[in-house]
């Protein structure tokens, strides 16, 4: 999936252009962010190409210790001087995961430069000379009177403070999130001309926050600047959306983060060593500030610590005695296993596998508290060990009925068939607790495609085995567990529900039968019920209370 940029209105004015070879990176006002410029980058065939980037971030070269001692080992530290300050780029055209801090030296200054478009200017408003209405107060005197109603309410209802602990023990610092919206009610239409002017001045002094901001109102991303040095102002109490308020939410709604600038924050990790693998990360994920911008980050496959230093990861390693997930082996075929772990029991593991999925998870998050999800991590197994293949979570007490919050396979062992058997092993738990099961929305690129992909061979599997004239969508929806909506979504997307003789039916056409029978040609693996050892846990009031 290639992110796709936002429509350009049609009389938007074009972007100003700077000539190549006539700006330089010495310059601050040069190149700045929201630019877009031409950067060398490695091709698909080996070669060097040039690629169009926008900058999202700017920085000075980070002086991390570990990372300076790690190029000593082996390179000569750069000495060109425009190799002292990185980009961060998202590549035009190209999938978010791909964005990547470069140096400057990478930049192609002799190609053009193209600033951000500027912004059209808003309609002027209607100048209407409203008409005093009998009995209504003068604007000074109605603003007041609001004014005096509205401190008047706050200080009648006091604040509530935050009603759960710190979530984790370990220092994770973490960037302050915008503040929400305030909330205005809804006034009458003869009282809404002499709101918008009464408020013209606040609306002046906020435009240079909207046009600064780099969130917009659908809290889309477009621009960012963040260094490595913490913020220090402060947003006030009661317009900031705090650490607390996010880990209630979290508890009551899911594995769906709600503060965008966790969705905003630029990726702070280059490569991540676990085992035999090495895999780029994707995303931007909360490890301590001291982990960040190191060149490898090295992680226990078995107990998921992570060390900034081969050394350090090496006198783990002959200390280490874990070798399989610490929780109960609930199913066990061939040399495929799936643990079930309470996130309550263990909590430093379940916050460790927390971390290192964000790296490779854009918008779901559950490294603020685990307590309320139950883990189910698939291991393939060896002679050295059982190594953590990908894992989905869930929530012990669902209101939305969902049988996923997070679903992970790691890069290192994506396209082997990983994605559908966790899918397929979710499923099987909501057949054994006599549920529908749906995972929770929104899914991501990939998670989209897995699913749907299982979705539709599930279904035509039920369809091709009962007769005809026998089948409807609630008798599909309780065969495979999986919900009404997503069994009507996918036929749907098929295109196997026709209109015949006044009512639906659901047909198989040619095109959806060749499809399937490629994919069944495909060997992959499958999951058996019968060495599913697992019965649904039951929690009592005091364990679902989290901490409340």
């Known amino acids: 999936m290639v992110s796709q940029a936002p429509p350009v209105p049609a009389d938007a004015p074009p972007p100003p252009i700077t000539p190549g070879g006539t700006y330089n990176l010495q310059a601050c006002a040069t190149v700045s962010v929201g630019c877009k410029i031409y950067i060398r980058r490695p091709g698909p065939d080996g070669k060097e190409e040039e690629r169009l980037a926008e900058i ?115 220092d994770y610092s973490a960037s302050p999130s915008p503040a929400p919206p305030s909330l205005k009610r809804k006034a009458p239409p003869d009282e809404e001309e002499e709101e918008e002017e009464e408020d013209a001045e606040g609306e002046d002094a906020d435009a240079d926050a909207e046009g600064e901001m780099d969130v917009d109102e659908e809290g889309d991303i477009e621009t960012y600047d963040l260094s490595l040095q913490e913020p220090t102002a402060e947003s006030p109490a009661g317009n900031s959306f705090s650490k607390e308020q996010e880990i209630e939410k979290l508890r009551t709604s899911g594995s769906m983060t709600q503060s965008i600038s966790e969705i905003a924050r630029v990726k702070n990790l280059n490569r991540i060593q676990m085992g035999k693998h090495e895999v780029e990360a994707w995303y931007f994920s909360p490890y301590p500030k001291e982990y960040a911008h190191l060149p490898v980050l090295y992680i226990c496959e078995f107990c998921l610590s992570f060390f900034p230093s081969h050394m350090m990861f090496s006198r783990h390693r002959q200390r280490c005695t874990m070798l399989h997930p610490p929780g109960n082996e609930i199913y066990r075929h061939e040399d495929i296993s799936f643990y079930e772990i309470d996130g309550k029991r263990q909590l430093t593991w379940c916050r460790n596998l927390s971390l290192l999925s964000k790296c490779f998870l854009d918008h779901k998050t559950l490294y603020y508290d685990v307590t309320p999800f139950m883990y189910y991590v698939m291991a393939k197994r060896d002679s050295s060990g059982c190594h953590i293949i990908g894992y989905f979570s869930k929530e012990k007490e669902s209101a939305e009925n969902y049988n996923v919050a997070c679903i992970l396979t790691l890069p290192q062992h994506q396209r082997h068939g990983y994605g559908k058997l966790l899918i397929e092993f979710s499923y099987e738990l909501s057949k054994k607790e006599l549920k529908l099961g749906s995972p929770e929305k929104p899914l991501s690129d990939l998670g989209l495609l897995g699913y749907r992909a299982y979705w539709a061979e599930t279904i035509i599997d039920l369809l091709l085995t009962i007769p005809e004239g026998e089948s409807s969508i609630d008798e599909i929806a309780q065969k495979t567990s999986i919900t009404h909506a997503d ?62």
């Not at 780029?89 to 140096?103: A, I, P, Q």
């Open 56 to 170: 999202l971030s700017i920085r000075d070269k980070p002086n991390n210790p570990y990372a300076r001692r790690a190029r000593s080992s082996t390179t000569d530290e750069s000495t060109k001087p425009e190799d002292q300050r990185e980009f961060f780029v998202h590549w035009e055209h190209f999938n978010k995961r791909l964005d990547d801090w470069v140096s400057g030296s990478r930049l192609v200054l002799s190609r053009d430069l193209e600033w951000p478009r500027p912004k059209v200017p808003p309609p002027p408003k209607k100048s209407a000379t409203p008409s005093k209405k009998p009995g209504k107060l003068p604007k000074s005197k109605a603003s007041l009177l609001r004014k005096a109603t509205s401190n008047a309410t706050m200080a009648a209802s006091p604040t509530p403070g935050p009603s759960t602990p710190a979530a984790m023990g370990l």
């Open 487 to 548: 069994v009507m979504n996918t036929c749907s997307t098929l295109q196997l529900i026709k209109h015949y003789k006044g009512g639906h039916v659901i047909c198989l056409n040619n095109q959806v039968m060749e499809k399937y029978n490629k994919t069944k040609a495909k060997k992959r693996r499958r999951i058996h019920p019968e060495f599913l050892k697992w019965k649904p846990p039951v929690f009592t009031r005091e364990q679902l209370r989290f901490g409340f």
